[in-house]
């Protein structure tokens, strides 16, 4: 890997590195004070949703803004947003400031991300694209390996604000090594002027895109499939990993790391093994269902783990597939807003899955939500290939999907 490759690519482990901090102290901090899975799902809502809601106006901005100031900008402004999440704690001493901070610091965590997707097809192209995709998300998982053992660490001897506080330190290193990154090899013509439209017209075209194009609509109905059953594990997994099975915060940070060390060597085997498109969606898509049904079949702890890593693991195989398809599909000028758009509705089953915990856990039990959740997710999976008949749109997307 050339040098100059390495600063971003280090870059954006630090950046996961500080975000994955703040995303494993919320959870796990709400469910130790309150003692309830449904306040944990509800927390969980809370957090995610503004960080998805947000995908229409951050991928629009990255059509007509340097997505170079954009991934800059999203750094700054979340180590900000931590610092002053912590003295806003300090002087009224709620614990609503821990979701304030989470909730901000997603909404800048969508805009690096998305700067970061408009701005990797600009610069990679072919084959080198998709290895990029790889190498991204690996830097991504190493941050979040990572993570949860600093912040299991850093609660065990310190207050969570001091926790906040170190990730702000992060973010701040990430903006310096990102410069160093720009600075240090010459940056392609990325970004275009567009003409003054009414402010709804991004979204009309990339509406548009998502409904004409074959292809764009299904995976993004499988996507929101995916992240249903990936929200309703990342909402119950304190509750159910330390409460449910009685195990301990530190075992608890282990799990994250073996889920982030699975999902480093699958997309390692994606960098190095070109498998067709098709083989590589359905491969992840299925083993995510077997993993979310591991998650709620409550018997061992070695078993909620495996379907746990299955989950996290191969969320990331399904990724690398679905945004090598929008890659090939989504007309260039238009990249920004359609995926945005396609991220928001992909992504906000995610909060909803959190928002379903919060409301049936207590009733029926978190394990039960869990199977439901992983049931739906399967039944979209089926009708979208019993549909798939010859002829017509049909068989086209698939067809597009097998040459992306």
């Given at each position: ?8 690519y280090l870059s954006l482990l630090l ?10 102290t919320v959870p796990l901090v709400v ?374």
């Open positions: 890997m050339p040098g100059h490759l390495r600063l971003l950046t996961r590195l500080a975000d994955q901090i703040l995303l494993f469910f130790k004070l309150s003692g309830s899975a449904a306040w944990s799902g509800i927390a969980f809502f809370c957090e995610a949703l503004p960080r998805y809601a947000a995908f229409p106006v951050c991928g629009a901005l990255c059509d007509r803004v340097s997505t170079l100031k954009l991934i800059r900008w999203s750094q700054r402004w979340r180590s900000i947003v931590c610092v002053g999440g912590v003295l806003g704690f300090a002087v009224h001493g709620s614990l609503a400031w821990l979701v304030v901070i989470s909730a901000g610091a997603g909404v800048l965590t969508t805009q690096g991300f998305m700067a970061r997707e408009a701005m990797l097809p600009r610069i990679f192209h072919g084959d080198a694209y998709r290895k990029s995709l790889s190498y991204t998300q690996i830097a991504d998982q190493l941050g979040t390996v990572l993570g949860p053992l600093a912040a299991a660490g850093l609660l065990g001897i310190s207050h969570w604000e001091y926790v906040v506080l170190a990730a702000a330190a992060i973010f701040l290193v990430s903006d310096i090594t990102f410069s160093l990154w720009a600075a240090g090899r010459q940056i392609p013509m990325i970004d275009r002027e567009e003409p003054r439209r009414n402010w709804l017209a991004p979204y009309r075209i990339a509406f548009m895109h998502i409904v004409a194009i074959p292809g764009l609509l299904e995976v993004s109905v499988l996507a929101a499939g995916v992240n249903l059953v990936v929200g309703v594990t990342l909402a119950t997994s304190a509750a159910m990993f330390t409460g449910v099975y009685g195990q301990t915060a530190s075992a608890y940070a282990w799990l994250q790391v073996a889920g982030s060390i699975a999902t480093v060597v699958v997309l390692m085997f994606v960098a190095h093994v070109k498998l067709p498109a098709r083989a590589s969606g359905a491969t992840s898509y299925l083993l995510i269902v077997l993993g979310g049904l591991l998650t709620g079949w409550v018997s061992l702890p070695f078993v909620y783990a495996a379907g746990f890593v299955a989950v996290i693991g191969f969320d990331k195989m399904f990724s690398v597939f679905m945004r090598g398809v929008r890659q090939r599909l989504i007309p260039a000028e238009d990249f920004g807003k359609t995926v945005g758009l396609i991220a928001l509705l992909n992504n906000l089953t995610q909060p909803l899955a959190g928002l379903l915990v919060g409301f049936f856990a207590a009733r029926l039990g978190t394990a039960s939500v869990i199977l439901a959740l992983t049931l739906w997710m399967a039944s979209i999976g089926i009708a979208l290939v019993a549909r798939a008949a010859p002829g017509g749109r049909r068989a086209a997307w698939l067809a597009n999907i097998e040459e992306a």
